[in-house]
Structures are given as C-alpha cells and as structure tokens.
C-alpha cells in the first residue's frame, strides 16, 4: 500500500484566550505513525501561560515566533527558568516537565517534533498536566492527594479545583513568574539562527546542525535536527540519510518545489511546500527542494543523535568519489559525456545558486 507524503497544516486540538495548541494527526499524516513521529506547535497569545506538564515522548522545541520565558525541569533536578526567542532550539528528553510564557505582544509560537516511540499513541504526543481540569490529581481521591501532599483535604480541595481550564491559560497582566537566568541556558537552549554555521554558500544557503557537540542534551533526545535556509530559486542538492534515519521538516517561512524518490527510482512526490507545512521523508528516500523567489527556510530532525548524509550532487557527492571507469560503464556513455557529467559542479556544495 503507498503512504501519502504529501505535506499537512497542524489542526488546533484545544485553547482558550491565552493561546491553543495544534497537531498534525497520524491518520491525515501515515509517515508520523509508521515513523514513531510526533509533531504539534503550541501559540501564546500576550500573558498566555502553558501549565506545567511533561510528556510521554522525547521533543525538541524550536522556537517559530516571538519570545516569552520557559520553564524546564528534568528528573530530579531543580527547575530551570530561560528566556526564549526565534530561533531557540531546545532539547526536551523523556519525563522533563515544563511551562511556557509569554508576557509580549507578539505571538509565542513553539515547535515540537518528537520521537513517539514510547508514547501511548504512535504518531501522536500525549501530554499529562501537573494542574488543570484534566491535571494529574483530578483523578485521585482527595484522601490520596491529602496524604501525598500532608495537607488538610480542604487545602487540597482548593488546590486541585481551582484551576479549571484545560492546558493553556491566560494570566493577570500585573502576574510575575519567575524571571529567566542567563546561566540556565548553557546546555539547554542553542539559537540556530546566531550559531556558527555547518554549511555558508554564497548565493546558495546556510545551514546550522544541531548535534551532541553544540546541545549535549540532544543525546538524551536521540536525534538530531537542523535549520536549512537557501535564497531565491536556489536548490537543496538530492540526498538521503545514509544511517537510516527519517527527515521531518518543518517549513518556516517561503515556498518552493519538493521531490522525493524511492524505491526502483519511483518519484514518490512531487509538490509545492510553503509556510506551514509538515512533511517526512522515509528511510534511504532521496529528497531535494528548489526555492520559490522568497526563498525556502525549514527546521528538520532526524532519527539520530549525529546524522550522516550522502549527497547526489556538487564536489561531495557520490559521484565523484566514483570512479571514471565505473561511471562510464554504469551510465554507458563516452568518456567525454562522463568527463563533461563530472567537472560539470566543481565547488563543494549542497545547494546550488541559480545559474
């Protein structure tokens, strides 16, 4: 049976006047199910506060628009408080609680992608609130929470039934949360936008990786991820993954053409990708992506800690590790034509300018 890989919008799943919270579904997006991945993105409005929860999955967050305050625990560990902005990427492993705030004018928009391998649902994220109407303690007898918490079970009424919305809240303008300290950063958050660059071509595109060297934590998370940004009509050179991983891209910002190809050389999709979208790309598939006039930005994460790609294309690729001889004979052509085919791309690029 063929799995549909075209590119889907998130569907809001809940929210109120402080912000909502989207999904992409599994049953609208195969590829998140058969590849045990998550996706959703979480909007706060002004004074929009997202409860504390944790997950059943690893993520990493990757800040879309804005910039608010988050909160970070991990197991055992005391609470992190760390301001946030576009282009933060954070790692989130399994069982980190955390909450989100966003005390500007400006739309706070966050993206999760996720491995869901250990989650209730393939393909989906399910998260447990610490508070709420459907908070961890609503389901438990008074008596149990009074015990647990050594507490009259009048303050426990109170405690547990306050807070009736679900998720996301919006709070008092004049309310003051904890302020963000600049040293809880180190090894949490990176800003691919203001990292070193992994790859700078001149009229091409840029790329930051996110990896166990830059963001230790990744490696609890268990993959990798990536911003790409290439310029107008430029080119993503064909590839794949060579450590079988999956690519889950998010499209930022600009359009563009997407083709992927599979098995027996069959181009399994070919489409136009804008702000928005969410596609994957399976295991081995050979992508590439040519930028519309404005140009194509995405984040992608891949199913490794620190992914290995091979490239189709420019002085790097396959190609011309190959030798004369072997393409020949494989492409069956003269000499010359081969020749021609190899000194065609000299620089050592994986996005090629428009010529």
Known sequence: ME??????????AYGGDGGAYYAWCPDELPMLRQGNIGAAKLALEKNGFALP?????????????????????????????????????????????????????????????????TGHKAGSFTDFYLTGSNGIFTGFTTEFASRAWNLEESV???????????????????????????????????????????????????????????LPLVGEVGFGADLVRIYGHSMCSPGFSCDSALQVTYIIRGSG?????????????????????????PRFFVVSKIADADGLEWFSIVTTPDPIFTHMAGRTSVWKALSPEVLQASFKVSPEVEQQFRSKRTAEEIFFPPN
């Open 156 to 214: 426990v009424k109170t405690l547990v039934e306050s807070q009736t919305a679900k998720g996301i809240v919006k709070l008092d303008a004049g309310f003051k949360l904890p302020e963000p300290k600049s040293e809880h950063r180190n090894g949490l958050a990176l800003n691919c936008e203001e990292a070193p660059l992994d790859v700078d071509i001149k009229d091409g595109g840029k790329v930051v990786v996110l990896n166990t060297k830059n």
């Open 3 to 12: 799995i549909d890989l075209s590119p889907k919008l998130a569907k809001k």
């Open 257 to 281: 053409r997407a083709q992927i190809v599979g098995v027996d050389g069959k181009r399994v999709l070919e489409t136009t990708v804008k702000a928005g979208n969410l596609f994957i790309v």
């Open 53 to 117: 929860r944790y997950s059943d999955s690893a993520k990493v967050a990757y800040v879309l628009q804005g910039s608010g305050v988050a909160g970070v625990v991990l197991p055992e560990k005391e609470e992190k408080v760390v301001a946030i902005k576009k282009g933060d990427a954070i790692a989130l492993p399994f069982g980190v609680v955390t909450w989100w705030y966003n005390k500007e004018d400006t739309e706070l928009v966050v993206l999760f992608l996720g491995d869901t391998k």
